[in-house]
């Protein structure tokens, strides 16, 4: 576009320009109101767009284009009640993890305050502060942490929008448990750790092109990371206290397998929205032995 276009251009025209070329819609709308610098691009349809303003619109397209993921383009993303900045240093927060998050939630809600919960492998903070969000203000703590640094920077920085309940979350970088203090007790741990078996024809071109391998891969059969959570929760887990998993649609088996050989009980694998095993949920067991807190 010339300077005098932009000059002389609405957002009413450049939504219209926009959806024209993009098949997503809802695409085209959002990327004018990150353009735009607005909530809602009704507000502004009347006024003129500066330069500035239409060359980010343009840098979108293009990297849209070329086949960058739509919420990467934006530089933010929804999950649950909150809007994320997200960027290629994390994986793109997903519908089923927010359903796993409701479940963590859930079950948090319900456990007697205080209450201590942590996310293991936050990415980008989704399921940790879904939590520090949506849980009462008071009596509760929630640890983030994951074992790469670029990724805690955003986690800290979507932090720090989530207003005055920030002040109940800690950050910490670590392999999973062992990030957290020594004495630490949990009530509920909750992860989406990588569950993608390393040679899988099954991800996404556009997954596999774009976002952190770290995030995605486990191991040949995918469960490397879910069988080392699942072996160390006891260790951080109370007596009674959750482990809340995300899993792959096709690991419903082995991982309630595993829960229970682990001696959870309660074990439950649930479906999220769209029927395919998607969580699995063990409690330890309430008078179970152990020396939590003492690692
Ligand atoms: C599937 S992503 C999930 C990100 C975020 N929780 C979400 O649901 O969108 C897995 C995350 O686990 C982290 N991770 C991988 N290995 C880890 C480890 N050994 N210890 C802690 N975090 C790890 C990755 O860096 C990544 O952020």
Redesign the pocket.
Known sequence: MTDRAAATTTWRRLLARTAERLVDRPAARWMCEVAAGCDRIEDVLDERATQPMVAHLDAMLARYDAGEPLAYVLGRWSFRRLDLAVDRR?????PE?EV?AGVAIELAAALPRPVTVA??????G??GLALADELPIDGVAVWI????AD?LALASANLAGIGRRAANVRVAR???FA?LPADTVLDLAV?????VADDTADVDAGVVAWE?H???FAGPDGLS?ITRLVADAPAWVRPGGWLVL?IGADQGVAVETLLTDAGYETVEIRPDLAGRDRVAIGRRSAEADGDVGEQ
């Not at 994390?90 to 997903?94: A, E, F, G, H």
């Not at 942490?145 to 790469?148: G, I, L, P, Q």
């Open positions: 994390v994986l793109i927060p997903r993890t796993v996310d293991l492998g936050t990415g980008s989704a399921i942490t994951d074992v790469d990724a670590g392999d999973w990030a992860a989406n750790p990588p569950y952190p770290a995030a995605l990371a995300e």
